[in-house]
């Protein structure tokens, strides 16, 4: 049988990505220590992988394919295939964003203003290649981590790092001067991997259920059902994805309406519904959107 080598990316987007590919429907279980865990498909292979390397090891065909972030693939400039967008990071379904950032009471404003000065980061190419392109001399500094106390330390002028909830950045008194680039979580695959018919499918398999488990997060259900005279005050308030299912009740003038509406807008939706004549309104939540 033929398999899949699939590189799961080892720290922050670790658990939010084994997360996803369990609401997708493959269970990856990590055993203390072990880098290949088992997955419940015969097909793939898994390995992890360290975020920052892993675009390499898709490149060179060590791994088929693999999900790591968007700065990593930019910085290394791999020459990979990108399959999809994923939108999450650590904690969120957003992007992370890479800034620029000094202390607090720096008198720093503006990207200019760091002609001559020295800038610590992980992510030194992509850094490096804004301030050319900006025309600003500077001198970036390699930080394996920790960055934002070098510059608090006095270390450095300032520092390009990720930011997702802005919570280390507050904690450490830093203010964002600009932000350089946003990144998400993308799945990418190896381009002779992805001209093999048969892995291009198993990728296609695995992108169209991470899209479509990750789709689902912000959107539920609403089922109610509504007196027929009360039907377009009802579905005139509704949001939908398509147009909303409706169906008779049985030997009724009563009607059942169904919607699939984003999570956040149930709060407000549901008193209205209410007052409009709907009544047994149930929500319910999604695996897959596809
Ligand atoms: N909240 C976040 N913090 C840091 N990286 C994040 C976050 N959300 C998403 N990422 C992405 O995770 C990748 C970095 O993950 P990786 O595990 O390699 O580094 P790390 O988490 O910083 O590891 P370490 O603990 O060694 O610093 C990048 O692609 C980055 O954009
Ligand atoms: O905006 P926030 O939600 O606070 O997240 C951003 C922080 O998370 C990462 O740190 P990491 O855990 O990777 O530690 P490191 O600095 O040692 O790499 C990143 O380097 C920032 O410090
Ligand atoms: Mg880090």
Same mark, same amino acid.
């Given at each position: 049988?033929? !398999?899949?080598?699939?590189?799961?990316?080892?720290?922050?987007?670790? +658990?939010?990505?084994?997360?996803?590919?369990?609401?997708?429907? /493959?269970?990856?279980?990590?055993?203390?220590?072990?880098?290949?865990?088992?997955?419940?498909?015969? +097909?793939?292979?898994?390995? *992890?992988?360290?975020? !920052?390397?892993?675009?390499?090891?898709?490149?060179?065909?060590?791994?088929?394919?693999?999900?790591?972030?968007?700065?990593?693939?930019?910085?290394?400039?791999?020459?990979?295939? =990108?399959?999809?967008?994923?939108?999450?990071?650590?904690? $969120?379904?957003?992007?992370?964003?890479?800034?620029?950032?000094?202390?607090?009471?720096?008198?720093? !404003?503006?990207?200019?203003?760091?002609?001559?000065?020295?800038?610590?980061? +992980?992510?030194?190419?992509?850094?490096?290649?804004?301030?050319? +392109?900006?025309?600003?001399?500077?001198?970036?500094?390699?930080?394996?981590?920790?960055?934002?106390?070098?510059?608090?330390?006095? %270390?450095?002028?300032? *520092?390009?790092?990720?930011?997702?909830?802005?919570?280390?950045?507050?904690?450490?008194?830093?203010?964002?001067?600009?932000?350089?680039?946003?990144?998400?979580?993308?799945? *990418?695959?190896?381009?002779?991997? /992805?001209?093999?018919? /048969?892995?291009?499918?198993?990728?296609?398999?695995?992108?169209?259920? %991470?899209?479509?488990?990750?789709?689902?997060?912000?959107?539920?259900?609403?089922?109610?059902?509504?007196?027929?005279?009360?039907?377009?005050? =009802?579905?005139?308030?509704?949001?939908?994805?398509?147009?909303?299912?409706?169906?008779?009740?049985?030997?009724?003038?009563?009607? $059942? =309406?169904?919607?699939?509406? $984003?999570?956040?807008?149930?709060?407000?939706?549901?008193?209205?519904?209410?007052?409009?004549?709907?009544?047994?309104?149930?929500?319910?939540?999604?695996?897959?959107?596809?």
């Amino acid at each position: 049988m033929r !398999q899949l080598i699939l590189g799961i990316p080892k720290g922050s987007l670790q +658990e939010a990505t084994i997360e996803l590919f369990r609401k997708s429907g /493959w269970k990856i279980s990590l055993t203390n220590r072990n880098y290949f865990p088992e997955i419940n498909d015969p +097909e793939i292979q898994c390995s *992890i992988c360290r975020a !920052q390397e892993m675009s390499r090891y898709v490149e060179n065909g060590t791994f088929d394919a693999g999900l790591t972030g968007k700065d990593w693939i930019l910085e290394n400039d791999s020459d990979v295939h =990108v399959v999809a967008d994923l939108i999450y990071s650590k904690v $969120s379904q957003r992007p992370a964003r890479w800034v620029l950032a000094v202390p607090y009471d720096s008198p720093v !404003q503006d990207v200019g203003d760091l002609e001559g000065k020295k800038i610590a980061t +992980e992510l030194v190419n992509f850094t490096r290649r804004y301030f050319a +392109e900006a025309g600003v001399r500077v001198d970036v500094e390699f930080s394996w981590g920790a960055t934002e106390a070098k510059v608090i330390a006095g %270390l450095c002028d300032a *520092i390009v790092e990720v930011t997702e909830t802005g919570a280390t950045m507050r904690a450490n008194g830093l203010r964002i001067v600009k932000e350089l680039m946003l990144t998400n979580t993308q799945l *990418i695959a190896n381009k002779t991997a /992805w001209n093999d018919p /048969w892995k291009r499918e198993k990728i296609e398999q695995i992108s169209l259920l %991470l899209q479509a488990a990750l789709r689902a997060e912000d959107l539920v259900g609403l089922k109610m059902n509504v007196p027929k005279e009360k039907l377009n005050d =009802v579905i005139e308030i509704l949001p939908s994805l398509t147009s909303p299912t409706t169906a008779h009740l049985y030997q009724s003038d009563w009607l $059942s =309406v169904e919607v699939v509406v $984003s999570k956040h807008t149930v709060r407000e939706l549901v008193p209205q519904l209410l007052k409009r004549g709907a009544v047994g309104i149930i929500e319910y939540s999604l695996n897959k959107v596809i």
